[in-house]
């Protein structure tokens, strides 16, 4: 590898440079760590956060001009990323990419219209978004149907989770209505079934096994759904089944779905360091997306504003003669649409799965650091548990996460810093990454959770009194609110996971060898990697979004 020759060269030019002052001793891989204490323990000092703070304020300032938010698909989201790209070029010499993917845009144009026809009699159905009183619902990302002529249903034997199943209905399901009851496997595991056989339409009912499982239910078929799709209440589903397996009835349906189904270009921008090997990189995230119900600016401005001043830190580091280079190439990421179900990321980590190009492979991919909500109001130091990583996780990826937790950690001690343990979910942008067997790592201030009185009096007492926030309320009470503004960012809190965060990718973008760090047993490893992956990070779209997967 060219690249790592010469950088290699250059580490060993620098080192050998120190010797002097040094000791003399023969030179090897450890004392290339050492030179750590010499000269490089710079980054978490050279960042500041008034820099994250000027950040802040004009992401506030866009999606104070655009309604409020920095949703995908709004001008605010295409302001968001211009200001991202400006400042990168503006101020680093990194090697800046923007790919486009595309968003579908669904949205219900009218109520679906459903009824059934069994041996002549009409039957119409209810819709309505009070699911208590609804016979059906929609299903977001079904695709319109337009079905006004009787077309028959047949219904799927079992649960519709496998071939077998598609293919022993009778009649043959292939261009007509099929009914699948609820159970077993995903929602979209059915849906991608009914795609396979070319149903016109698919129906879900629910299963009725409880009295919570009479009614219709909402979910989410996912961005890639291609088939048209209603959810049923159980009695409506239950009593079409009996007539479809009723060979001596004739029994048919008709139904309208109207939906926008429209795609929007979306951008990932990333940047890259031009020194460091590609095949080896760190990368680091964040989402530069808000949800439509606010400006975002703790939930995940402060991730983006964080990356951006990392950003512009490390170029100029890097091009201070007397700073070691990394190893490794270190890629920032900025992506789009993570509230819409981490779609960016997902999407960079499915490319990276499909190409050949040398830097841009999955496997040249050593770690992702994610930089969530970090300036919580009411915040905790929270570091990512590899340790409860999911339970799809393949095993490459969770030797190296749990040492980017003790990373993390041993900078709190370190700083006699108060730190929590925060979930590691696989429900923010680091989910495709570590789905992939790419070991993942990071910091999150907190959401919706209640902060205890245990976690007060530790701050309280570790920080000094007062900073400890306040038990029994929310970590950020203005999470995914119209509140999340500049003035809901604790500044304090923020400063310090900029700094543990600067001081982590300096700490392994120093290892001699994070490869072997982080993969103790990769070549073992490897073999555990032939197992099927989960498509996604998590078993479903509905899973991510907390409704029923299945
Ligand atoms: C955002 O940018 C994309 C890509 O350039 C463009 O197609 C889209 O229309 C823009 N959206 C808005 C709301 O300006
Ligand atoms: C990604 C992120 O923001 N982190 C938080 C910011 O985004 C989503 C939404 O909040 C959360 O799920 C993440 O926990
Ligand atoms: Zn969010």
Redesign the pocket.
């Known amino acids: 590898m060219m690249i790592r020759t010469i950088l290699f060269i250059g580490i060993l030019l620098t080192f050998v440079s120190l010797i002097p002052r040094v000791t003399g001793m023969t030179i090897n891989k450890d004392q290339i760590v050492n030179s750590k204490q010499l000269s490089n323990v710079r980054y978490a000092s050279e960042i500041y956060i008034d820099d994250v703070m000027k950040h802040l304020d004009e992401l506030q300032n866009i999606a104070t001009a655009s309604n409020g938010n920095r949703a995908a698909k709004t001008i605010g989201f295409n302001q968001t990323l211009d200001y991202i790209t400006n400042y990168l070029s503006s101020n680093t010499n990194f090697k800046i990419t923007q790919t486009f993917f595309n968003l579908r845009n669904f949205q219900l144009l009218r109520n679906p219209t459903f009824s059934s026809t069994i041996d002549g009699i009409v039957k119409t159905y209810t819709y309505s978004t009070t699911l208590s009183l609804a016979d059906f619902y929609h299903v977001q990302y079904s695709t319109s149907a337009n079905i006004n002529n009787n077309v028959l249903l047949t219904a799927i034997p079992n649960l519709g989770c496998s071939d077998a199943d598609w293919l022993a209905a009778r009649p043959s399901p292939t261009g007509i209505v099929a009914l699948v009851k609820r159970g077993d496997c995903s929602f979209e595991e059915k849906a991608i079934l009914a795609t396979k056989y070319n149903v016109a339409t698919l129906l879900i009912y629910n299963d009725g096994t409880t009295s919570g499982n009479m009614q219709p239910i909402y979910i989410n078929l996912g961005q890639n759904n291609r088939v048209p799709a209603l959810f049923l209440s159980y009695n409506v589903g239950q009593s079409l089944a009996i007539a479809a397996n009723d060979p001596s009835k004739v029994t048919t349906v008709r139904l309208t779905i109207v939906t926008d189904n429209a795609l929007n270009p979306v951008g990932n921008i990333c940047a890259d360091t031009l020194t460091g090997d590609p095949t080896q990189t760190i990368i680091i995230g964040s ?1 530069s997306d808000s949800v439509t119900a606010g400006p975002g600016i703790n ?2 401005g402060s ?1 983006t504003a964080t990356n951006l001043a990392l950003a512009a830190t490390l170029s100029r580091l890097l091009q201070t003669s007397d700073y070691v280079p990394y190893k490794y190439r270190i890629r920032f990421c900025w992506w789009g649409a ?2 819409l179900g981490l779609l960016g990321a997902n999407f960079h980590v499915s490319e990276a799965k499909k190409s050949t190009v040398v830097g841009e492979r999955i496997n040249d991919y050593l770690v992702n650091i994610n930089l ?2 970090l300036g919580s109001p009411n915040f905790i130091f929270g570091i990512y548990n590899g340790a409860t990583a999911p339970t799809n996780t393949p095993a490459a990826a969770k030797p190296g996460s749990n040492k980017m937790t003790t990373l993390f950690k041993d900078w709190f001690i370190a700083k006699n810093f108060p730190w929590d343990y925060t979930k590691f979910d696989g ?3 680091y989910g495709p990454f570590l789905a992939a067997g790419i070991c993942a790592g990071g910091l ?1 201030s907190g ?1 919706d959770g209640l902060k205890t009185v245990e976690q007060r009096n530790r701050y309280d007492a570790m920080l000094g009194a007062g900073l400890g926030g306040t038990s029994g309320i929310r970590q950020d009470k203005c999470y995914h609110l119209s509140c999340d503004r500049t003035t809901n960012i604790n500044k304090f809190a923020l400063d310090k996971m900029v700094q543990a965060t600067a001081d982590a990718i300096e700490s392994i973008g120093q290892q001699p060898d994070l490869e072997s760090w982080l993969y103790p047993t990769r070549e073992i490893q490897e073999l555990s990697k032939q197992t099927p992956q989960p498509k996604f990070a998590y078993n479903s779209i509905n899973e991510y979004f907390g409704l029923p997967y299945n």
């Open positions: 989402h939930d995940n991730g993570e509230e969530d909500m429900r923010s942008d999150f959401a």
